[in-house]
C-alpha cells in the first residue's frame, strides 16, 4: 500500500468534516420522525440545529486540540482517520455539554 502523505491543513479540513458530520447526523434524527413540509422546514430545521449550533465553536476548537494532539504524526495520516478523529472530539463535546 502506498503512503500518501497530507498537508496539515488537509488534515484539518478532513478534522472539521468529522465535526460537521458529527453535528449534521442529530439534525437529521431531529427532522425524520416528522418529515417538515415545505412551509415549516425553516422552522423545524432551527429548532432541531439551535443546540448545534451553539457548540459548534467548541467543536472547531475541538479540531485544534486534535491537531495539537496529534502533532508530527498528522503527515502519514491516513485521511479516513483525521475524519474519525473529528467525529470522536466532537461526539464527546455534545455527550459532555449535553449532561451540564
Known sequence: MEVIFLEWYVVYFLVVLGIIISIGLPILRALLPNVPTR???RSEFQSAARPYVIILPFSILA??????????????????????????????????????
Not at 475524519?83 to 470522536?88: L, R, W
Not at 461526539?91 to 449535553?98: A, L, V
Open 39 to 41: 412551509q415549516n422546514f
Open 63 to 100: 479540531a485544534f486540540i486534535v491537531m495539537a494532539y496529534l502533532g508530527n504524526s498528522v503527515s502519514n495520516m491516513e485521511w479516513f482517520t483525521a475524519i474519525i478523529y473529528g467525529f470522536t472530539w466532537d461526539s464527546i463535546i455534545q455527550k459532555t455539554i449535553g449532561r451540564l
